[in-house]
């Protein structure tokens, strides 16, 4: 009897127990249902705005060049540098850059290189700006260069409105870039011949500066300075210092790679003794004139800073040549893989994607809506909501 009881008090219970607050899907379609104007509406007006923006919007162009930047070329700076010393440390500086292309990169985004551009092809009138900043700032973002780790390629592609001018753009930063490389030392072979450009300009100028002293010491003592070098050993010491000269510009060289223990940079360290104490045997040896005239010791002077200038020339200059064989053989500095030609579709806009994310935006917002004001008008219907509701519109009111 306790038993039957239990089961008829039970589903009593049961029934007095309040209901999980779950929202069915039947509640959801009736929900939609009833606010079904304002789910279609929504959707209709927003794709129908997209689609309008998205043919109002102007058609930019994206055009694209793929190039090949300058390749380090590590084994034929080192024969180079074997040969006669070479600059190893400026070799070594080129070897150590870690990532090239982003040096390429960084060149063609520096400011030298874009004002380039501006001046070449009027950007600054083409984008309505008032200042040089202002157009910098404008082709950095219509222009987007990047770098394929695995391949070592550099694409750069140009956006503009008009298709034409876009190819222009992109082609013209590879025209730039090779101006501004021919000019900079960026390749080991190019620093090697960079610095013997201005070792050879640095010596000529030395040694015209001592063939005008020679000529003007040479004019106040007459043929008795030519008499002098003939009959001391002041010709054999002028090129003894010439040799010495050549042999330490090499050494120097070779120090920027080449460690003391180097067997290369041992011979050249005797070789450079033994000639400094013959240099100092032939000078003190002989007297040298030491106790000459004032003007016959400025000529003499003179004699030898020609004889080592000369003898510095025929080394810088047989090095200044091999750096351009060898810069010859690197081939050209940057090769355009594929010319950017006037693009025949636009990037910009996508009207498709732009319509369907209204849409869809459109419907999720239609949705909100319809779901809140289900939810106002069961809570004015409710009498408890409605005066909850009146005291929420009394509260945030302005009126006293």
Do not use: C
Request: proline share 4%.
């Amino acid at each position: 009897m306790g038993r039957s009881m239990t089961e008829q008090t039970s589903p009593q219970l049961s029934a007095d127990l309040p209901e999980d607050d779950e929202i069915s899907l039947i509640d959801l379609a009736i929900a939609l249902g009833e606010e079904k104007k304002t789910l279609f509406a929504i959707p209709a007006i927003t794709t129908t705005l997209a689609i309008v923006v998205s043919l109002l919007m102007t058609p930019i162009f994206t055009a694209k060049t793929v190039m090949m930047p300058p390749q380090q070329q590590q084994s034929g700076a080192a024969s180079a540098l074997a040969s006669l010393g070479g600059l190893a440390g400026l070799a070594g500086a080129a070897a150590g850059i870690k990532s090239p292309d982003e040096m390429y990169i960084a060149l063609m985004q520096s400011e030298s290189m874009q004002n380039a551009l501006i001046e070449k092809l009027a950007l600054k009138e083409r984008y309505n700006a008032k200042t040089m900043v202002d157009t910098r700032d404008t082709l950095k973002g219509v222009v987007k260069i990047a770098a394929d780790k695995k391949s070592g390629l550099i694409t750069i592609e140009a956006d503009d409105k008009d298709p034409e001018f876009a190819a222009k753009l992109a082609n013209a930063h590879v025209d730039e870039l090779r101006t501004l490389l021919g000019r900079l030392a960026v390749t080991d072979v190019q620093q090697r011949r960079k610095y013997y450009e201005q070792q050879i300009a640095k010596t000529q100028d030395d040694l015209a500066n001592a063939e005008s002293d020679f000529r003007a010491a040479k004019e106040k003592s007459g043929m008795q300075v030519t008499a002098v070098i003939a009959e001391t050993g002041v010709k054999a010491s002028a090129e003894l210092r010439g040799q010495i000269a050549a042999r330490e510009v090499q050494m120097q060289a070779m120090s920027h790679f080449a460690t003391a223990q180097n067997p290369d940079m041992q011979r050249i360290g005797s070789e450079l003794a033994a000639m400094r104490v013959q240099l100092s045997k032939i000078e003190h040896g002989s007297g040298n004139g030491e106790k000459s005239s004032p003007t016959l010791q400025q000529a003499v002077r003179a004699y030898r800073d020609i004889k080592v200038r000369e003898a510095m020339m025929n080394v810088l200059v047989g090095q200044y040549e091999s750096a351009r064989v060898d810069e010859a053989k690197e081939g050209p500095l940057v090769q355009q893989v594929d010319i950017a030609s006037p693009p025949e579709r636009r990037s910009r806009p996508k009207r498709a994607i732009m319509v369907i994310v209204a849409a869809f935006a459109g419907l999720f917002l239609g949705m909100l809506i319809a779901f809140v004001r289900r939810a106002l008008r069961k809570a004015g219907e409710d009498p408890a909501s409605a005066g909850q509701f009146a005291q929420l519109k009394a509260a945030w009111s302005w009126k006293a």
